[in-house]
């Protein structure tokens, strides 16, 4: 009498082998991100002018200029890191699947946080600036959150990992998320009570940092700036 075959335990090699593989959910987030970057561009309206005023109502715009910019920046290291990261994902399951769900949530976010900091810098006072500014951060706050969901999760599923990654190394990476969420609080904070351009640095150093370490993180209690080898 034949014996029932055996449903290997989570971490064995074979382990998630019935499951599809990332094609069609990388493709789905590319055009989701495709999408978001060109959603941006729809602030940058041809400006009302009278005759002779064309460049001076271009020049006002600058508030909406800077703002595509720096969420167009953004929004590409965000495709960086999604894509460095399914690089080490053979994988998914329904539970990565949902995460992956909330990474885009974030994205697609974005573009309002945008439309409201281009409009309070060109428009506001002092206190629409802060407003404006703790709401990216806050923004920006909740897409690392859903990077820590990413790498807490895979740390446990090591079935879903590319051969040769280990659950250590994807551990090694929630100082990333962790460093952003602290990170852009302090942006927010800093907007409200310094000033709104002291967020802003802030923020543009956190995404500075998640564009360096967009590859991975070494060792150490937040690892290296050097990016992963693979192999």
Same mark, same amino acid.
């Given at each position: ?9 989570? $971490? ?12 069609? =959910? ?11 970057? =060109? ?7 041809? /400006?009302?002018?009278?005759? $002779? ?22 929004? %590409? ?24 769900? $909330? ?15 281009? %409009? ?37 599923? /090591? ?48 995404? =500075? ?11 150490? /209690? ?10």
């Amino acid at each position: 009498m034949t014996e029932p075959a055996k449903t290997p335990p989570a $971490g064995h090699p074979e382990a998630g082998s019935d499951l599809p593989g990332t094609g069609r =959910t990388e493709a789905f987030s590319d055009g989701v991100f495709a999408i978001v970057i =060109t959603l941006l561009v729809l602030d940058l309206t041809n /400006p009302h002018y009278r005759p $002779g005023g064309l460049g001076a109502a271009l020049a006002r715009q600058w508030p909406s200029y800077l703002a595509f910019g720096f969420s167009f920046v953004y929004v %590409g290291v965000i495709w960086l890191n999604h894509h460095a990261l399914f690089r080490r994902i053979s994988r998914l399951d329904l539970g990565l699947n949902w995460i992956n769900l $909330g990474v885009l949530l974030g994205a697609v976010i974005i573009p309002f946080p945008t439309a409201v900091l281009a %409009g309070a810098f060109a428009e506001g006072d002092d206190n629409d600036k802060r407003v404006a500014v703790l709401l990216y951060a806050l923004a920006a706050a909740l897409m690392s959150a859903a990077w820590l969901a990413a790498f807490s999760y895979l740390s446990r599923h /090591p079935e879903l990992l590319q051969p040769g990654t280990t659950p250590r190394y994807v551990r090694q990476q929630l100082g990333r998320p962790l460093t952003g969420i602290g990170l852009y609080a302090i942006s927010g904070l800093a907007g409200w009570f310094i000033s709104p351009i002291a967020g802003l640095i802030c923020i543009i150093i956190m995404i =500075t940092y998640h564009a360096v370490t967009s590859e991975g993180l070494h060792d150490g /209690p937040l690892g290296r700036l050097t990016p992963w080898n693979r192999t």
